[in-house]
């Protein structure tokens, strides 16, 4: 399983940004999958997670009400639109996949990691 993570970038406070995530060796539509965020100097952390086969969504409560986690399975892409974005969002943000149907809301319980896109979001 090979995932590609994009959309980063440099945004002020209050913007929105989308991130996408490519998956590409696996058709992963009956996966788990998941974004994760590493600020600088900080533990990787979970962000958000949607299943597979009924798109069900979790949230960290960091980013609830204001983060959007989709798929489209279709295209085996991930997506996570970020809406009134603070510098507190500011990280390397990552999609993964445990690789199974497993909702995983911790960063041991993904087995498959994208590289990272950065999001900086200045005040």
């Known amino acids: 399983v090979q995932l590609q993570a994009s959309g980063g970038g440099l945004v002020q406070a209050g913007a929105s940004l989308r991130l996408s995530c490519a998956a590409s060796?696996?058709?992963?539509?009956?996966?788990?999958m998941g974004w994760l965020r590493q600020a600088p100097g900080k533990e990787r952390v979970f962000v958000a997670a949607?299943?597979?086969?009924?798109?069900?969504?979790y949230y960290a409560n960091s980013v609830k009400g204001r983060f959007t986690i989709s798929r489209d399975n279709a295209k085996n892409t991930l997506y996570l639109q970020m809406n009134s974005l603070t510098p507190e969002d500011t990280a390397v943000y990552y999609c993964?996949?445990?690789?199974?149907?497993?909702?995983?809301?911790?960063?041991?319980?993904?087995?498959?990691w994208g590289q990272g896109t950065q999001v900086t979001v200045s005040s």
């Open positions: 993964a996949t445990p690789g199974n149907r497993v909702v995983a809301t911790t960063p041991g319980g993904y087995n498959y």
């Open positions: 060796g696996r058709t992963l539509s009956s996966y788990s």
């Open positions: 949607i299943t597979g086969p009924d798109a069900r969504t």
